[in-house]
């Protein structure tokens, strides 16, 4: 059965728009990331122009972040105030972000940016994934539970504006998350994703947060990020396909809680392995389109109204 | 839809349109204005939810004698064509040229090759074929440069299926009836299209006839993108409102599986 979508302006299989959903939403139930890298390179190889494709994954993931994010908030492992400020930082990042990407669009460079960018930040979290995980799995073969420092003090501890945060035991400056949440938000709103995979990183090793507060405080502030991104990018590049991002989410849902109860089976380590090596497979298949010379060096867009 | 058009009730009136010729001096090149008769079997293409493209019988009847070209445009607009170069090692959007008066969509059928049955500087001068099409480009490039880049546009448009010709497509029948199918895929331009049918007679285009067909996205598909394009501000609220409730109902159907 095919539909039509309206603002992709192309006819597409239902069935297999239901299944990239739920593929997707499984493997992010199984590693409880986004999946947002995953979805809008996919979009993009079914023939979705990668401007539809990263406003309507945005619109996406806020549903899937809402639900994701209730289930966090039952375990009280939502830290509300650094989520906010996280929020402020997205904001104001996440809106340059499609400022930049409406400019790059005149001119015709979004394609490249876009795969620059997945390129370099999956290449760099999917390598590091890797290390960590193996080391933990050597770790955990040899038996030796080394056990690092508790909390190092660096530079980053002397900015001013300092907060306390109660449930992340934290008291840092504040410039601290705002700027993490600026820098992802300008990323999640080029690369059509949440941004999970950088901020949770982020929040542990560079902000010290506990792991337990992590993923639920990381999807509180990706609500608004991709709230954001999809309010911007429906206003200035008319670019969110509602239809699609419904049939996305509904195959999302399902998907997600099959996996989140396969992916509670898994070890971490198994599991940050898995995601590093899925990570790294994305971004070296996109990494090769970029590199290999393409079939037709001549592409057209339409200038006027309507698609990119 | 269905809708019959009116373009039967002026022809087969052939005194009258000679005389009309005689005061109104039309070239000879449209000498037998009343030659030919076209007819559409749809006048409306809806893009509705399940569309996949459509297919058009164009029918109709000449007086008796010529080829039957077919022209098929879809309205203008402005094409930037990029050329990519290698730049540290990755291929990037280099140089562009935009031409103005691309049509969206353009199709070509005819009864015999064009070549065989036109001049060349005839099917130029009404630019039927793909190579005939007049863009306007935005900057003057070497005549060499404009050349690449404007077969570069064609191919792009023939791969997706927008440009076309097809010879040979248009059957004639009893040396008077013809038809032919005007095949749209599913990714069509919307719009007013102008379709074109011309007589060809010894080398020469003795008659014209044209006739509109709209292609336009109906019902859901046209609100939705009415909706989004002229109330955006709306349109990004409730896309956000639409996942917030998404994604608090799957939250809520699946606590407690």
């Known amino acids: 059965m095919s539909i039509y979508l309206p603002i992709a302006e192309m006819s597409v ?38 401007a539809v494709a990263v406003a309507t994954e945005a619109n996406q993931i806020v549903a899937a972040s809402v639900s994701g994010v209730l289930a966090h908030m039952r375990r009280r492992n939502v830290d509300f105030k650094m989520g906010i400020v996280l929020t402020i930082g997205g904001f104001a990042g996440s809106s340059i972000g499609v400022v930049i990407f409406t400019f790059l ?18 290449g760099i979290v999917g390598s590091l994934m890797l290390f960590e995980s193996g080391r933990a799995i050597l770790r955990r073969q040899k038996g030796t539970a080394s056990r690092g420092k508790l909390h190092q003090h660096t530079w980053l501890h002397g900015l001013p504006f300092k907060m306390r945060f109660r449930r992340s035991r934290l008291y840092i400056s504040a410039l601290l998350p705002l700027s993490i949440g600026f820098f992802v938000g300008i990323l999640a709103a080029i690369m059509g994703v949440g941004g999970g995979f950088l901020m949770v990183p ?12 992590v993923v639920g405080t990381s999807l509180f502030q990706i609500i608004f990020v991709t709230a954001n991104v999809t309010y911007l990018q ?39 392995g898995l995601l590093a090596l899925m990570v790294l497979a994305v971004c070296a298949k996109i990494g090769i389109e970029l590199v290999a010379r393409p079939e037709d060096l001549y592409s057209i867009n339409e200038i006027d109204g309507f698609g990119l | 839809m269905r809708i019959s058009r009116p373009t039967t009730v002026w022809l087969r009136m052939p005194l009258f349109a000679l005389a009309v010729l005689a005061i109104l001096q039309i070239p000879a090149d449209a000498a037998r204005e009343d030659a030919l008769l076209v007819d559409l079997s749809d006048e409306l293409i809806g893009i509705s939810t399940g569309f996949t493209g459509a297919s058009v019988l164009l029918f109709g009847t000449t007086d008796g004698q010529g080829d039957v070209i077919v022209l098929v445009r879809s309205p203008n607009s402005s094409v930037v064509v990029r050329r990519k170069a290698r730049v540290a090692g990755i291929w990037v959007n280099a140089d562009e040229l935009t031409f103005d008066d691309a049509p969206g969509f353009y199709q070509v059928a005819a009864s015999a090759p064009i070549d065989e049955i036109l001049s060349p500087a005839k099917a130029q001068a009404n630019q039927i074929g793909v190579d005939n099409i007049i863009f306007r480009p935005h900057e003057f490039l070497t005549p060499g440069e404009e050349q690449v880049f404007r077969d570069a546009l064609i191919r792009n448009k023939q791969r997706s299926g927008l440009y076309g010709e097809k010879v040979g497509d248009v059957s ?83 606590r407690k599986v």
């Open chain 1, 105 to 122: 669009r005149e001119i015709g460079q979004v394609d490249l940016l876009v795969r620059l960018c997945y390129v370099v930040f999956l």
């Open chain 1, 202 to 213: 982020a929040m542990i090793y560079l902000l010290g947060m506990p792991t337990s507060v």
């Open chain 1, 234 to 272: 429906a206003v200035n590049n008319q670019t969110v396909d509602i239809v699609l991002a419904l049939l996305l989410l509904t195959g999302a849902v399902v998907g997600a809680q099959i996996g989140t109860k396969v992916g509670g089976k898994l070890r971490g380590e198994q599991l940050r």
């Open chain 2, 172 to 254: 004639i029948q009893g040396g008077r009836l013809f038809r032919t199918r005007l095949e749209l895929p599913a990714n069509v331009p919307t719009g007013e299209y102008t379709v074109t049918v011309l007589l060809v007679d010894n080398a020469q285009i003795v008659s014209r006839s044209s006739t509109q067909l709209s292609v336009r996205k109906v019902g859901i598909e046209a609100k939705v993108t009415e909706f989004a394009f002229e109330n955006s501000h709306w349109y990004g609220l409730l896309a956000v409102l639409i996942a917030l409730f998404a994604g608090w109902f799957a939250g809520f159907v699946f």
């Open chain 1, 13 to 50: 299989d239902v069935f297999l728009i239901l299944l990239m959903g739920g593929g997707v939403g499984f493997l992010s139930g199984v590693f409880g990331v986004g999946g947002g890298f995953l979805m809008t390179p996919l979009l993009i190889f079914i023939g979705i122009s990668p």
